[in-house]
């Protein structure tokens, strides 16, 4: 799980290294974007996170029928719901943009990207499913296998499809989006190959029927993820405005949050792949009978977590200036994003925290608790903060910065809370 979310940073740092190459305004499209982009797949993600906990759950207790039978309609599921949102969004892409209050120089980029980006949505849904049905048996490898070559795609094709290799032309800024789009569109292809080669081949003979009764499961543990995300997302979003309103000083913090949310992710990346594991064994657990060895095993995760985030904290704090120049060119970009980074280095134990926890959650079916404590810390706390420090008081991005830190911290602490209280382990998913 370590290395197939260290193969997704490298695609994100990819993009937006390539878009630095370019410009302050195409790297602050790409990131805006990104953010968009993660936006339209939620309900993906939302899919998958009931999936696990679902088959998971079969999977622990030995029912690999039932299994069988989410994998299938969580598939056609997906696929239904990825069309639907595909053409929103070649239909309303200006609007989408338009409703954010990006600076007028970078909206004509932003749409072009989201425009691509809608094309691949299908795939991505697909891709996110598969790999979530993988995780969910304990058969990791197949991911790592799709993701390596993800990876490897998007990386090369960034490069090649925007600065022109060999009888490839350049084609600028939106080779970024058709590179992303490509790869996805690879991955998934790798994985139905895995689906038909693997205990999972009955997926694909299998009658491609509507199930309300497990599509209605799926929903109800898919909804609260769903709206955790759109939440995350949408404050996340509103940050952008926010910074969006600093004048001369916007297009700088923009780009910085853009590197900062990137560089961090590297950060991310033991807390996330904690958090997927979490997931998978808390459902076997809970699916097996074992409650109490699925707390301890939550509990141990999160330790796992905050002792490698802070490891990883203490550097990037000391030697914030080096990692932001790893994506920044511009002199007060990269001064803007060591900031960001110096700041945001102060809540990874908070951070590593709240995500352990909140895939343990997730794995056992509590996506309506998880959902809460998100929602609670970015739209009660961080954001109310981030407009009062950065606008009326006049503090600016640093405002922002530090209102992340505070929402961050609180975000953990109820996330601990939420976790302790035990009621996850009542929870009947059938």
Excluded: H
Excluded at 275 to 302: H, K, Y
Excluded at 351 to 360: K, R, Y
Excluded at 386 to 412: D, E, I, K, N, R
């Amino acid at each position: 799980m370590l290395l197939i979310m260290s193969f997704d940073f490298f695609v994100g740092f990819a993009d937006v290294f390539v878009a630095g190459l370019i410009g302050p305004e195409i790297q602050a499209a790409v990131g805006f974007v990104s953010l968009l982009y993660f936006f339209v797949i939620i309900i993906g993600n939302a899919i998958g996170i009931g999936t696990v906990a679902l088959v998971s759950r079969a999977i622990g207790g030995g029912d690999f029928g039932r299994a069988l039978e989410v994998a299938r309609q969580s598939l056609l599921f997906g696929l239904l719901v990825a069309v639907l949102v595909s053409l929103g969004g070649l239909v309303f892409y200006r609007q989408i943009v338009a409703l954010a209050g990006l600076p007028t120089e970078i909206r004509e980029i932003a749409e072009t990207f989201l425009r691509i980006f809608a094309v691949a949505l299908g795939a991505n849904y697909l891709l996110l499913i598969s790999n979530a049905l993988f995780r969910a048996s304990g058969a990791v490898k197949k991911p790592l296998v799709t993701m390596f070559f993800v990876m490897v795609l998007n990386v090369v094709g960034d490069f090649a499809l925007v600065f022109g290799w060999w009888i490839i032309p350049p084609l600028g800024y939106p080779g970024i989006a058709i590179a992303t789009a490509a790869s996805v569109v690879g991955g998934m292809a790798i994985n139905f190959v895995f689906l038909r080669r693997t205990q999972w081949r009955a997926v694909t003979r299998g009658g491609w029927v509507p199930v309300s009764g497990t599509i209605g499961q799926i929903i109800r543990l898919g909804w609260p993820a769903a709206m955790l995300q759109i939440a995350w997302n949408a404050g996340t979003i509103v940050l952008y405005n926010i910074l969006g309103r600093l004048g001369q000083e916007s297009i700088t913090a923009l780009a910085a949050i853009a590197n900062g949310l990137r560089i961090e992710a590297m950060i991310f990346l033991p807390a996330f792949a904690l958090n997927m594991t979490a997931s998978v064994l808390i459902g076997q657990n809970l699916g097996a009978g074992r409650p109490d060895r699925a707390e301890r095993v939550g509990w141990r995760i999160a330790a796992a977590g905050i002792v490698a985030l802070s490891l990883m904290a203490v550097v990037v704090f000391l030697r914030a200036e080096d990692f932001a120049a790893l994506v920044a060119r511009d002199p007060a970009v990269l001064a803007e994003t060591a900031s960001y980074l110096r700041f945001n280095m102060i809540g990874q134990p908070f951070i590593a925290l709240s995500l352990s926890l909140a895939g343990a959650l997730q794995g056992a079916g509590d996506t309506r608790g998880t959902m809460w404590v998100i929602v609670i810390a970015m739209w009660l706390i961080r954001l109310p903060l981030a407009w009062v420090l950065a606008l009326p008081l006049g503090y600016g991005a640093t405002g922002v910065w530090a209102a992340m830190v505070v929402s961050m911290t609180c975000q953990g602490l109820l996330m601990a809370r939420r976790f302790k209280g035990g009621k996850w382990k009542e929870l009947k998913l059938a």
